[in-house]
């Protein structure tokens, strides 16, 4: 280790997140390296070694002989100023060699509030900020996770994308970087020939014109790139790879437990939820893999957590098969097991038994709004009859502890929606008072509510965001609205959702007023002790940007958005049939009951996902 970096960890606060050195950490001979990668995760290093993306393909990539991936996570803010004044580059963990030191540079965008940090780092590592200002011995930028479904505001930084699930696509990329560089090819060729490999899009090869009134005109693909580029998905999840010897972090991370990845995809198609549709289809993992897998990795890491994760857990057939096979090994050696967000329809007195074995405090539904016709208008598939009749389940299982998610701001919302979350809240109240197994430690009924972000490839990518004074009327109507001591309210901030509004729907011309924040000081945006609105603000003014036309203008059937030149799967004809009939609060059936045709299904052999052959 640098002497200068050994003096400068004595003075900031966690040292452990710039140390590497934990159980697990791959170190290979740089002799036998040809290839070098690093992953690069634009937030701190709790946030990303929480993250299980970043495990995955970490141990992916390093199974590829010759080839070396290290971390490299965004120091807080006291460790970025120690570095500039020791004049000291942002480096990998397991080397400790700065970031320009790298063959390719990756980063994992999973929340548009990292965009700062992407460029921080970037300028940290010693890597020219504009790809057109790199050279033939400069890394080469790369990005994925789900924000890269829309990168366009970071197109003038990021040499190219990487759309949808990286185990496969990662690995051909680097293999095919490999060829070009012992071919003697250049960057150019390199990013041409990258661009043929389905799944990669590479921002320079398009050019974009525009319309008078701001709109886009046109999206013309050159140097041979695609019209259309179509993600790239992991077909058999049984055969995934998955982290079983996975990297022990020495100090404390957000989510320090074994994360067991029951499916990908969800059968459901809640019509705010990008995430339901950009990772279609439903491609769940055997009862048997996810047992053998979940006790392998307690047994490697020493964990006392297991969480089982997907968009919707409890749509999993085998969630309680599961569950018996993990409790068998888990229960004697005192490992909890731990399921997030559940749904309210399909929560069940065996299920909320195996919970208690693992001594959950609390359960978590997200109803997402307070009345049926919204929850319809929204295809939330969810009834008030099932909340409660779950929370009855939930009582009489002994828990006192009910956490409720909703939205405020949804498209179609009314005075009357909102109301309704607190009357809902309260009818949960007397659900405990009528069926809880004892009463005397009270109730606790948490409800939180998130300020709605229009999001790409969802039924409402065309919707405008309201205002932040319409929000805030309406938390304060809720606020009002709530009464009973045993309720507690929270709410999202304004501000950060309407930037999150911009950056998620945003072009490149974003790209300019993003530079300006991040040279006024803009990093860690997702953190409050950073955030500043109007940095925000004051940047979109020196670059002449509206912010409004970005989050706040609704969007018709025909204009040309973005990410038009993306394909997810999902057909836009059908995003926007599914937006009519939330105009109808008309519901549309789970992939399951029946397949309305959205189109997914085109990316599987046979045409059928493999929740239809289960």
Known sequence: MDPKLERILLRVQKPARYTGGEYNEIIKDKATVDTRFAFCFPDTYEIGMSNLGLRILYGVINEMEGVWCERCFAPWGDMEDELRKANLPLYALESGDPLSAFDMVGF???????????????????????????????????????????????????????????????????????????????????????AQIQGIYVPAFYDVTYNADGAIHTITPTHGAPPLVTKRIVRDMDKSYYPTHTIVPSTEIVHDRVML???RGCIRGCRFCQAGYCYRPVRPKSVKTLVEQGIESCKDSGYQEVTLSSLSSSDYRGLEA??????????????????????????????????????????????????????????????????????????????????????????????????????????????????????????????????????????????????????????????????????????????????????????????????????????????????????????FSATGTDPDFYARRERTRCEVLPWSMIDVGVRPDYLWREREQAYKSVITPDCRVKCMGCGATKLIPGGVCDEDRR
Request: glycine content about 8%.
């Open 108 to 194: 994992s965008l999973g929340y548009e509030m990292a965009y700062t940090n992407v460029l921080n780092m970037l300028d940290l590592g010693g890597i020219p900020l504009h790809s057109d200002q790199r050279g033939e011995n400069d890394p080469i930028v790369v990005a994925g996770g789900t924000c890269a479904y829309n990168g366009e505001p970071l197109a003038d930084f990021i040499d190219l994308f990487i759309l949808g699930e990286g185990e496969e696509v990662n690995c051909e990329l680097i293999e095919l970087y490999r060829q070009v560089k012992r071919e003697g090819g250049n960057r150019l060729s390199f990013l041409e020939r990258a």
């Open 261 to 263: 990845e029951v499916f």
């Open 322 to 539: 599961v569950c018996d096979g993990l409790l068998d090994y888990c229960e004697p050696r005192n490992i909890n097991l731990n399921l997030p967000s559940l749904r309210a329809d399909g929560f069940s007195m065996s299920l909320m038994q195996r919970l208690q074995r693992s001594r959950k405090s609390s359960i978590t539904f997200a109803p997402e709004a307070g009345t049926q016709r919204l929850r319809d208008a929204i295809n939330k598939n969810v009834t008030e009859e099932d909340l409660l009749k779950s929370c009855q389940t939930v009582f009489e299982g002994g828990c006192s502890a009910v956490k409720l998610y909703f939205m405020l701001g949804l498209p179609t919302e009314t005075d009357e929606d909102v109301l309704g979350i607190a009357d809902l809240a309260q009818k949960v109240y007397w659900t405990w008072r009528n069926y809880a197994a004892s009463r005397a430690r009270g109730v606790r009924i948490t409800i939180s509510t998130s300020f709605f972000v229009p999001k790409p490839f969802t039924p409402f990518q065309w919707e405008e965001q309201i205002s932040m004074e319409e929000y805030q009327r309406r938390v304060d109507l809720l606020r009002g609205a709530i009464h009973n001591k045993s309720i507690q309210y929270n709410w999202h901030e304004t501000d950060t959702s309407y930037i999150e509004a911009v950056l998620a729907r945003g072009d490149r011309r974003l790209g300019r007023a993003l530079e300006e924040v991040w040279r006024t000081g803009g990093k860690m945006d997702s953190w409050s002790d950073y955030f500043s609105f109007q940095r925000w603000m004051d940047a």
